[in-house]
């Protein structure tokens, strides 16, 4: 059974920052690319940022520079950290887990960037 696990949101003021997690289990974790997406209200969901297995990183041009996205597979553990946070940054966060014909996605996490 495939779980992706996030954790790490929560309410910060702008220019804060927090450290998404997200803890895999059931797949082979080091062929998946893996990504963080987000929803805000009323919005599609979009691409925040990916790392392939090689490492390679790509990032949406709104968080570039703010947020850095990293892997450890030997803890099957995807992270991002977002500095200089701003409220259009709110929106749930989601872990997705993708190889081939393959995709999975967390349940979300919370971030909320308000003063």
């Known amino acids: 059974q495939v779980q992706l696990v996030e954790s790490g949101g929560g309410l910060v003021q702008p220019g804060g920052s927090l450290r998404l997690s997200c803890a895999a289990s059931g797949i082979r974790f080091s062929v998946y690319t893996m990504g963080w997406y987000r929803q805000a209200p009323g919005k599609q969901r979009e691409l925040v940022a990916t790392v392939k297995s090689r490492g390679n990183t790509n990032y949406a041009d709104s968080v570039k520079g703010r947020f850095t996205i990293s892997r450890d597979d030997a803890k099957n553990t995807v992270y991002l950290q977002m500095n200089s946070l701003k409220p259009e940054d709110t929106a749930v966060y989601y872990c997705?887990?993708?190889?081939?014909?393959?995709?999975?996605w967390g349940q979300g996490t919370q971030v909320t960037v308000s003063s």
């Open positions: 997705n887990a993708a190889f081939l014909r393959l995709e999975f």
